[in-house]
């Protein structure tokens, strides 16, 4: 009996065939085994775009005073949770990725009062609530109380910037998009080498808030050369839709860059829908 597929339907078989393997040493294979019932649509033409990410943390005093990291108390020289892509996560106040990744030390995402402690920069906090100056719209901004039960607390603003769109331009995608990656690249300056000591946490949430979860070293994916370039490119081929979440540590005294190199950009909606739509209509 001769089975005839659709584009869409062979897409998807391939898919599944080279990523959702028991016997694969991919890393992410539990999320993208989450992941099997997406199918794959024609969209947008192959592209090779990248999508750059600055990350970076300031901080200041109950004072609003700009402090250096290496003056921060010693409980307080620890590790920032970063959390990207999550649109669905982002919308729920990133309550599944800071279970997976909580901050440490005596830090806590938390605000002050006069502003979120959490969002998109002219859309969900004002540009005058934030301290630091260098915010632009439209992009993430993480803000993290620290030793908030002393008279003398800590502020830590931590901003997400994307070099290509606005950062919430770029999130908000996921509401039609399938994005697939092809490599991650993490650059980070020669004097904080040990930020990749971090690991990578990907995780894919369903709709009923079940969690699939994979951990990556970055220090597996270091070669000789790259290293003398504070570079690490890791291979994940990992679709990213809105319900797939990244987490990571950023050491306190740490801004680094991401780099996403992207394979395709696919339409999750349904071909076959919107003609029905559009002949309806």
Known sequence: MIIIMKGYERLLLSHLQEDTSQNSNDPLQDVKKAMGDIAYVSGNPLTKTEITLQISARFFDDGNAPVAPGALP????ATLPIYLFGLTDFYGGFFKSTILLPPTGDWLLLSQGQVAPMGIIGRDISLNAVIRDDFVYGDLYLY???N????NYFQCEVCVHCNNVAYGTFLNSFVSDLITINTLRLIVPIANINQYLNVLI???QTLFGKTFSDSVDPRMYITSTDFQQQICDIPI????DKAVMLMYRLNYDTDMSVVLFVEKVEALTHKSNLNKRSQTA
């Open 237 to 240: 081929n990992l679709p990213i």
């Open 144 to 146: 993290f109380l620290g």
């Open 202 to 204: 990907f995780a894919y």
């Open 148 to 151: 908030q039960f002393l008279p």
């Open 74 to 77: 010693a409980n307080l020289r």
